[in-house]
Every structure is written in structure tokens, then in C-alpha cells.
């Protein structure tokens, strides 16, 4: 069965290191989304992308972070100068355009970020 | 604003027991409605979803949800739970294809045999 992936699996970086976290979306599908998950807090959006431009994006979503589909296959999330409240677990996840499919989205299984 | 509630951080069940795990959303307009389950070291996966129609709605390893609209609930429930079934439920609800997902705070079943 097709599924979201996601590297590494555990990042450990320094404060004011950019990172880059990668994701490879199901083939087939269209919509691309991060969320991020701070130890012991609820699951958050952090922003969607369709069609090389970002469709929405929370809050959260700062200067600092940017996304990018730079081939046909991976989707990353870059923070360009980490803090240490960036601490926290990143899912990938991506959605299929076809009629009725859509509105579900399918998780990766996340990259734990540490901010030392 | 749309948002969820799970009232039950953690719930423990003996193997074979019944469940219902509580999930109350906030939403102007018909919301669509999913629960997650996240086993550790994994991603989260897609147990069921409402859109709209029959409000009973299956899911995968035997789980079902009711929605309520009078109540803006969506319970989880499953007659008889497996061991296998410990791990972390997350509700979610969505307002619009390819939008974001609200997600509850989650609830962790233990399953004592």
C-alpha cells in the first residue's frame, strides 16, 4: 500500500541551524500539508500546498519556515534559523485529487526535531 | 474558528471490553470528521470519516463513529477491544477539501489483558 515517508526520522540541530526536512508524498496525489506536534500538545497545521504555491498556512508559519517541491517526488519544510520551540514532531501529509478522495489526508510518520 | 475537544486524556480497558472514546467539535457549516490512530514510533493512520449521509460510519479494524449533530459529537467505538488496539486516537475535523485539519488534544488507550 502506497505511503507518506519521511527523513530522517530524528534530527538533532543547534539553535540558529537551518534544517531541512524531507518528505516524499504519495505518488498520486496533489495536496501536500506539515504539521508539527510539541511534546505533550495537540497536532498542529502549519501549512497546505497545491500546485507549487502555498494554499494556506497557520500562524505558526513564520518567515522563518518555507516549503518547497523542488522535484516530482519530495516535499520539504526548511526553517531557515531554529529556536528551541521548534522543538517538536513534523508529519507530512498529502491528499488525492480524485472526487471524493480529497478531503482525506495521509500522515507520514514524522521527523522528531531537537533544538539544543 | 473550528476546534475539537477529547475530554479523556487516557482511558484503560481489559481485552475484550467495549469502547467509546469522546470527541466534541466546534464548526459553523458541516464539518468533516476523521479520526486518527497513532501507534508509537508510527504516523498517524486513517481509521474512519464522516463527510455527510448515514451518520454510522466504519472504519478499519473494527471501529465505528456516530456523528451527532445536536450534539457536535463524533465518539469512536469498538464492541470488543484487542490488545493490539493500545495506542493514541486523535478526532480531527476539516472544513474544506485540501484545507487543514483541527486536531483534539488525543486520547491514549491502554489495554490491560
Known amino acids: 500500500e502506497p505511503e507518506v515517508t519521511q527523513t530522517p526520522s530524528h534530527q538533532v540541530t543547534q539553535m540558529g541551524q537551518e534544517v531541512i526536512l524531507r518528505c516524499v508524498p504519495i505518488s498520486n496525489h496533489l495536496y501536500f500539508y506539515w504539521y508539527r506536534q510539541i511534546l505533550g500538545q495537540k497536532v498542529e497545521f502549519l501549512v497546505s500546498f497545491y500546485n507549487n504555491e502555498i494554499s494556506e498556512k497557520s500562524e505558526i508559519f513564520d518567515d522563518q519556515f518555507s516549503v518547497e517541491r523542488p522535484d516530482g517526488s519530495n516535499f520539504t519544510l526548511k526553517i531557515r534559523s531554529t529556536k528551541l520551540e521548534d522543538s517538536a514532531m513534523y508529519f507530512c501529509?498529502?491528499?488525492?485529487?480524485?472526487?471524493?478522495?480529497?478531503?482525506?489526508?495521509?500522515f507520514g510518520p514524522g521527523t522528531r526535531l531537537t533544538v539544543t | 474558528a473550528q476546534s475539537v475537544t477529547q475530554p479523556d486524556i487516557h482511558i484503560t480497558v481489559s481485552e475484550g471490553a467495549s469502547l467509546e472514546l469522546r470527541c466534541n467539535y466546534s464548526?459553523?457549516?458541516?464539518?468533516?470528521l476523521f479520526w486518527y490512530v497513532q501507534s508509537p514510533g508510527q504516523g498517524l493512520q486513517l481509521l474512519l470519516k464522516y463527510f455527510s449521509g448515514d451518520t454510522l460510519v466504519q472504519g478499519i479494524k473494527g471501529f465505528e463513529a456516530e456523528f451527532k449533530r445536536s450534539q457536535s459529537s463524533f465518539n469512536l467505538r469498538k464492541p470488543s477491544v484487542h490488545w493490539s488496539d493500545a495506542a493514541e486516537y486523535f478526532c480531527a475535523v476539516g472544513g474544506t477539501s485540501y484545507g487543514k485539519l483541527t486536531f483534539g488534544q488525543g486520547t491514549i488507550l491502554t489495554v490491560h489483558p
Open positions: 501529509a498529502s491528499s488525492d485529487p480524485t472526487a471524493g478522495l480529497e478531503y482525506e489526508q495521509y
Open positions: 464548526y459553523g457549516a458541516t464539518p468533516y
